[in-house]
């Protein structure tokens, strides 16, 4: 059973940043791909970025230029750094996991394992 736990959520101003953390345990294959979604209160759960195996990356419009998504296969840890954040990225993020190595993608359908998340609070 693959287990998920995110770290390094917060709260910071407008304009910081914020890098989470999620290590990923409980497999043995190396071909996966994983996500961070964000879900805030009254909103839909919505794709942020996601990686597949290969390291090739997707991201949505609203975080494009200022988040960046990155991986340690040896650690099985997926990390986002988020820089100039705006208090619209308040919100429960997520992370995701899918053995379709193969796909980069934002629906959460995709993704067949959640982590229990970590709260985002940006501050005007």
């Known amino acids: 059973q693959v287990q998920l736990v995110e770290s390094g959520g917060g709260s910071v101003q407008a304009g910081g940043s914020l890098r989470l953390s999620c290590v990923a345990s409980g497999f043995t294959y190396s071909t996966y791909s994983m996500g961070w979604f964000r879900q805030a209160p009254g909103k839909e759960r919505e794709g942020v970025a996601a990686?597949?195996?290969?390291?090739?990356?997707v991201y949505a419009d609203s975080v494009k230029g200022r988040f960046t998504i990155s991986k340690d296969s040896a650690k099985n840890t997926l990390y986002l750094q988020m820089n100039s954040l705006k208090p619209e990225d308040t919100a429960m993020y997520y992370c995701a996991f899918t053995f379709k190595g193969w796909v980069k993608t934002l629906a959460h359908y995709d993704y067949n394992y959640w982590g229990q998340g970590t709260q985002v609070t940006v501050s005007s």
């Open positions: 990686i597949d195996s290969y390291g090739s990356a």
